[in-house]
């Protein structure tokens, strides 16, 4: 196989995956949106017989402001910077330490696959 060939079905085998996932992300996300839409319809449907049309919708777009709030919320804090108080590890000792830790994580790992992934 030539340097091409190899890159090509590296490529088209990592985009195979991306698209795949995007897919699915997307039918995830419509089957989330016809969700919503029906639990609103319902609520409103069962908020109505109870405090009339005016108060049903004025509580499903309170609950929808509190999600969204909370999204909002989420997203802000998401984008902040770390305050740089964590501590970094600096010192070889701890570097060491660290490293024979992953080792023995990494070796636990491999000792529990199977057979068949051997």
């Not at 995007?22 to 319809?41: E, K, M």
């Not at 005016?54 to 989420?74: D, P, S």
Request: glycine letters at 8%; charged letters at 15%; hydrophobic letters at 60%.
């Amino acid at each position: 196989m030539q340097l091409d060939h190899i890159a090509q079905a590296a490529i088209s085998h990592l985009l195979g995956r991306f698209i795949r996932r995007a897919v699915f992300a997307l039918i995830l996300i419509g089957c989330a949106i016809v969700a919503l839409y029906h639990f609103t319809v319902a609520g409103l449907m069962a908020l109505d017989a109870q405090v009339g049309v005016l108060h049903a919708r004025l509580i499903v777009a309170g609950v929808y402001t509190v999600f969204a709030a909370i999204a909002a919320g989420v997203v802000f804090l998401w984008r902040q910077p770390l305050n740089g108080s964590a501590k970094t590890l600096t010192s070889p000792r701890e570097m060491q330490l660290i490293m024979l830790v992953e080792a023995v994580m990494l070796g636990y790992e491999l000792a529990r696959k199977g057979v068949r992934s051997r």
